[in-house]
């Protein structure tokens, strides 16, 4: 990169050599500084040096900086920005109607200037950085699709297993992947709870093939011998059997990066199978806690049923008892009818809590058929 690409390169232009003097006094302190007199030059000079900004004067007697703004526009999304003296609001709109970035006011602050420019070219270079990108991804893109069968097959893999609720699954997706892409080859997924799965292109793993795998392994991420190759990641190995001859060859090259592929794929899939188990589990755990909160709901509603019951047959005992006692108290007819309006008074009150504890009930049984809704469907807790 040259000094010119890290500083920036402006072109000035201005048909007054004092303003476009003045403009590139102000701009040489932080940018390489071109500059030109006329509309016609400022043409000829944007096709020589691509600028990352221009300076623009709004009126020059040959090509104005409008008319010289939209022919560079058609060129080039290069940031324009407009130096004028006219402060009409017609004329601003001129000046964006033909393609301007900004506009300034002459006479121009220094400080202002240079931010606007500064401004204007950090978000033109972005702008420039992005289209880059864009293109590098498109030929990436057709670099990859440019070998349809194999990357098909790749992308088959990778679409079809996401779906894997096992590790059997993937490993049988694994190997039925390398079949399509001419690979025999024979694969070791190892499960969150440490546990491994093996397959083979052929079907299950021979006791030669496993000592194979457990000894490749130990043995680096990518490790080669004679028509083999081994691809290691944490979770998931890869033993290639059918490596060609030449190991040179495209042929060859394609294999490796098939094969490390598949296995960086499965890697990551694996991990989104630790997922769906972890959460069949915990469904499992909450579809349990479910139901033993239904029990204990249902059980602490007929206690509360029991209760009340209680309480209203002692409330009447009471009463009872009271109204026997009458006779052997020797109390007289305005003393028990206070007794009793007493009693009668304190037993309403106890009769309304009772009520209220009613609706407590009513209250559990909404929370009982909420709960139980939530374990009698399976969709609420299928979370994969």
Known sequence: MSEADVRGLVLVVDDDPVARMLHRNILAKKYDVVTADSGAEALAKFAAISPDLVLMDAEMPDIDGYQACSEIRDRSGVPVIFATANTDLEEHMRAYDSGGTGLIVKPINAEILIRKVATAIARYRMAQSHVREKFALQQMAMSFLSNAGQNGALLNFMRTSIACPTYEQLAKSLTEACNVL??????????????????SSQGEVTALEQSILDHVSGLGRIFEFRKRLAVNYDRVTIVLSNLPEDAKSAEAGMMRDNVAILAETAQALSENID???SAAHQAEQMQLALMSTEQALDSLGIQQRQMLADVRVLLQEMVDGVEQAYGWLGTSQDQEATISGKMESTVERILTRLLASEQFEIQLRSVRTALSQGYEHDDAIQLF
């Open 275 to 277: 997922l769906r188990v």
């Open 182 to 199: 001419g690979m025999n080859c024979f694969v070791r997924i190892t499960a969150q709870d440490g546990s491994q799965v093996m397959q």
